[in-house]
T-cell receptor, first 112, second 114 residues
């Protein structure tokens, strides 16, 4: 069975600072995809960033980047220059063999 | 391009009733997936349809069913509603055959079962 663990239920960051959200996962497959989704109070899930397991290079999308450690099965999200609009629930997700699993989420608060 | 739309946005039902939720994917997307989100269980995958065929199903009872039409619009039906079915139901669409493609989520339907 595939599992995704987000060990930080809540995180807080000062505006303009950097924060890292943790995610670990477990899968027996070698080919899979990892995602970070953001869910603001509007409840709509928004894709933040995606990483293919076969790619060694860490994905980057503007202020968002990941630290993908395949051997350690770790997939952390770094948000640089945090903005008030980054405040949301962040979900880490693992997809493989058409099965998708989500972590429990991390609630990020951004302080002005 | 319009995003994924879901109707209705909010719904109140009583135990034992049935409900049908609708999802219209982004134009050109042929894969539609459904998810249930609750405070206790988090986000869970329900099922996925591609070209009117259900390809994948999560670990949910048979009361949860879905179908997809030729225009890729999808409906989810829950029969004999239980209190525990109260949740936010999200649908997501993607272009390609595989769930590994990027999914775009709708705003969700909030279902309350009394």
């Amino acid at each position: 069975a595939q599992t995704v663990t987000q060990s930080q239920p809540e995180m807080s960051v000062q505006e303009a600072e950097t924060v890292t959200l943790s995610c670990t996962y477990d899968t027996s497959e070698s080919d899979y995809y990892l995602f970070w989704y953001k869910q603001p109070p509007s409840r709509q899930m928004i894709l933040v960033i995606r990483q293919e397991a076969y790619k060694q290079q860490n994905a980057t999308e503007n202020r968002f980047s990941v630290n993908f450690q395949k051997a350690a099965k770790s997939f952390s999200l770094k948000i640089s220059d945090s903005q008030l609009g980054d405040a949301a629930m962040y979900f880490c997700a693992l997809m493989n063999n058409n099965d998708m699993r989500f972590g429990a989420g991390t609630r990020l608060t951004v302080k002005p | 391009k319009a995003g994924v739309t879901q109707t209705p946005r909010y719904l109140i039902k009583t135990r034992g009733q049935q409900v049908t939720l609708s999802c219209s994917p982004i134009s050109g997307h042929r894969s539609v997936s459904w998810y249930q989100q609750t405070p206790g269980q988090g986000l869970q995958f329900l099922f996925e349809h591609f070209s009117e065929t259900q390809r994948n199903k999560g670990n949910f009872p048979g009361r949860f069913s879905g179908r997809q039409f030729s225009n890729s619009r999808s409906e989810m039906n829950v029969s004999t509603l239980e209190l525990g079915d109260s949740a936010l139901y999200l649908c997501a669409s993607s272009l390609a055959y595989s769930l590994q493609e990027t999914q775009y989520f709708g705003p969700g339907t909030r279902l309350l079962v009394l």
